[in-house]
Every structure is written in structure tokens, then in C-alpha cells.
């Protein structure tokens, strides 16, 4: 079992930017290094939405998926030796207003469509305009 605790979230003014972060607790880093963990987010009266997704390999390293709405303004990162993973969130914009969470599996890519089964409990962010 793989729990998530996410952290960073807050107010921000439109342009602004802000760095998520979500710990894991697993056993080991090399454990760690087995999971895809992803960015998920969900606005008021909407339906929760991918937002970025990284995957690591020993021998490509790290593989990073991202929703076109966000792509060029937000970049994902991962320090396995701190079972870590970081959305840096830059050009914020008020429509990026929503609880972001962070997800985990097993031995998937990281994109879009892999089967997240482990999730976080979330973290606001609010971009006031």
C-alpha cells in the first residue's frame, strides 16, 4: 500500500507560479522508482482531470506525459531518493483554480490513460485574477 501526502497548494495571482509536492511512503526508493505517479486536478462542478504524469526506467531515465492545457506552462520532476514528485506550475492561470492530487501505480507509463490505483487526499490551488 502506497500512501500519498501532497503539499504546496495555495493562493496565487494569475502569472504567478507555484511548486506542488506529494511524498510517498513505500519501502524503499527502488520501490519508488517502479511507480508512475501522476498530477490529477478537479474544478468546482467539473469532472476530475489528467494534468501530467512521469514515469522512470533505469535505462531511459524519466518520461513525462502532459495535458495540452497545461503544456510549455507546468513541468512534472521526480527525486526517487526522496520518493518525491513536483509540479512546478508557472503562468498560472485562474482557470487552473481546482484541488490538485497526486496518484501512484505500479509499473505504469505515466500517461493519461494509465490505471491509477493509489491517490493522495489533494491540495487547493487558487489563481485569483
Known amino acids: 500500500q502506497v500512501q500519498l501526502v501532497e503539499s504546496g497548494g495555495g493562493l496565487v495571482q494569475a502569472g504567478g507560479s507555484l511548486r506542488l509536492s506529494c511524498a510517498a511512503s513505500?519501502?524503499?526508493?527502488?520501490?519508488?522508482?517502479?511507480?508512475?505517479m501522476g498530477w490529477f486536478r478537479q474544478a468546482p462542478g467539473k469532472e476530475r482531470e489528467f494534468v501530467a504524469g512521469i514515469s522512470w526506467s533505469s535505462w531511459s531515465g524519466s518520461s513525462t506525459y502532459y495535458a495540452d492545457s497545461v503544456k510549455g506552462r507546468f513541468t512534472i520532476s521526480r527525486d526517487n531518493a526522496k520518493s518525491t514528485v513536483y509540479l512546478q506550475m508557472n503562468s498560472l492561470k485562474p482557470e487552473d483554480t481546482a484541488v490538485y492530487y497526486c496518484?501512484?501505480?505500479?509499473?505504469?507509463?505515466?500517461?493519461?490513460?494509465?490505471?491509477?490505483?493509489?491517490w493522495g487526499q489533494g491540495t487547493q490551488v487558487t489563481v485569483s485574477s
Open positions: 496518484a501512484a501505480d505500479r509499473y505504469g507509463s505515466g500517461s493519461g490513460g494509465t490505471k491509477y490505483d493509489h
Open positions: 513505500v519501502r524503499t526508493f527502488s520501490d519508488y522508482s517502479d511507480y508512475a
